[in-house]
Nanobody
Framework: QVQLVESGGGLVQAGGSLRLSCAVS????????MAWYRQAPGKQRELAAS???????AYAEFVKGRFTISRGNARNTVYLDMSELEPEDTAVYYC???????????????WGQGTLVTVSS
């Protein structure tokens, strides 16, 4: 099957930076869109940034130029570089991917387990 494993979360002071990583593994023929979502306590999950198969990127308004999404050279890894972090960025960050398996099956939504980012004031 398919697995997404995130890493890089942690505690950081306001104004600091973090890099989140997500590696996709499994019987994958192709990875289409990859993205990072976040869910703050008591709030709905929201899209932070996405990147298409041909590296077109899109960002939520709240990113305000502080976050950068990118893919690794192996194309099965996605990163989220976050800077100028604010306490309001505290959330569980989830990696997302849409993939086609070697079997030909299309999986429109595959999620990681989430990684916690805590920004202290």
């Amino acid at each position: 099957q398919v697995q997404l494993v995130e890493s890089g979360g942690g505690l950081v002071q306001a104004g600091g930076s973090l890099r989140l990583s997500c590696a996709v593994s499994g019987s994958i023929f192709n990875i289409h869109t990859m993205a990072w979502y976040r869910q703050a306590p008591g709030k709905q999950r929201e899209l932070a940034a996405s990147i298409s198969r041909d590296d077109m990127t899109a960002y939520a308004e709240f990113v305000k130029g502080r976050f950068t999404i990118s893919r690794g050279n192996a194309r099965n890894t996605v990163y989220l570089d976050m800077s100028e972090l604010e306490p309001e960025d505290t959330a569980v960050y989830y990696c997302f991917a849409s993939v086609t398996l070697n079997s030909g099956s299309y999986r429109p939504e595959v999620w990681g387990q989430g990684t916690l980012v805590t920004v202290s004031s």
